[in-house]
């Protein structure tokens, strides 16, 4: 215990002998220290953190090959999912889910965001529902009606968190028929 007291007292002696020294070592390690707290709260959010779905171990993303285009991956069409589904013995129960930029009109100057296709039971199956107001229906996906999903983030910043946005008080504001 002595001599680790000893190098302990020498080594603050050598510190204040040299303080430009000192000033390079702890500014390199408050870097170091600064440095690994970002890459590790990066990897902690992207690759630890469990997603915040219901059984993430039983969930599976499943894309389209054709070889002969040399694409790896892509949307499959409405046929083949429509195929998939009738012949489907592997899944419980499958979804689509298609982004595409849309129009958001109705709330300003017209602008694109993202937005996500998706069939009736693709929140059923995230094991999700919506905050406000409700998913989409069998009905309307059969009829192909206009209707939307409003994240949190864009809720918020476009419409102000109204929640009559939510409730249908007001006409459609996410545009993009996919039937064209």
Do not use: C
């Not at 390079?24 to 959010?45: E, N």
């Not at 009736?120 to 919506?130: A, K, N, R, S, T």
Request: net charge negative.
């Amino acid at each position: 215990m002595s001599g680790v007291l000893q190098d302990v007292r020498y080594a603050l002696w050598q510190l204040r002998k040299n303080p430009a020294f000192t000033g390079v070592a702890v500014i390199t390690l408050a870097l170091a220290v600064g440095a690994t707290t970002a890459i590790f709260s990066v990897v902690q959010t992207v690759l630890l953190a469990p997603l915040p779905y219901r059984d993430v171990d039983r969930l599976a993303m499943v894309w389209g090959r054709n070889p002969g285009r040399g694409d790896l991956q892509f949307p499959i069409s409405a046929g083949d999912f429509t195929d998939w589904m009738e012949k489907n013995q592997v899944f419980e129960e499958i979804a689509p889910s298609f982004d595409d930029e849309v129009t958001l009109t109705g709330s300003g100057e017209p602008r694109l965001v993202l937005g996500y296709a998706v069939g009736p039971d693709y929140f059923h199956i995230l094991g999700v529902e919506p905050r406000l107001g409700r998913g989409f229906t069998q009905d309307e996906a059969e009829s192909r009606a206009t209707v939307a999903v409003l994240s949190d983030k864009l809720w918020r910043s476009t419409f102000h968190g109204d929640p009559r946005r939510v409730s249908g008080q007001f006409p459609p504001v996410a545009g993009g028929d996919k039937s064209k």
